[in-house]
């Protein structure tokens, strides 16, 4: 029983870990490729802001969505690294219970082990009685 709960815990944890692990990616990917838009974009704004004023205005509309973008995602990316310290910090205290309940563990089978040795001699002394 002790034990499937340990292999609970862990399993747990695995799951949390790969699940950070796997968003953590696609919003470093996502952020990538949006600072690799927006970096296109800004060069293309560069070279036509001499010339175009319309363009001018679409780009720099779309230089203001993508920089909306990139500050959602590095909120996102925020919000991702305080949730992968609240995983962490359930990590320790899972593995802080795992060892607790492997001590308890141990404890109860030495407890058990002196049980069945007091147990044998009372029925050699019952034995030896009768």
């Known amino acids: 029983m002790l034990r499937q709960q340990i292999e609970g815990h862990e399993k747990v944890k695995q799951e949390i870990t790969m699940e950070y692990k796997q968003e953590l990616k696609k919003l470093q990917e996502e952020l990538g490729r949006l600072k690799r838009s927006y970096e296109k974009l800004q060069k293309k704004h560069i070279r036509d802001f001499r010339g175009n004023a319309k ?3 679409e780009d720099r509309s779309e230089i203001e969505r993508l ?3 990139i500050e959602e995602f590095r909120q996102k990316s925020l919000d991702w690294e305080k949730q992968r310290l609240i995983y962490q910090q359930q ?4 593995e802080a219970q795992r060892k607790a309940l492997a001590e308890q563990s141990e404890i109860i ?3 058990l082990g002196h049980f069945e040795i007091m147990r044998g001699r009372e029925v050699l002394i019952k034995f030896e009685l009768a």
């Open 91 to 94: 990590v320790s205290s899972l």
């Open 67 to 69: 920089t909306g973008k």
């Open 55 to 57: 363009n001018h205005r």
């Open 109 to 111: 089978q030495v407890c």
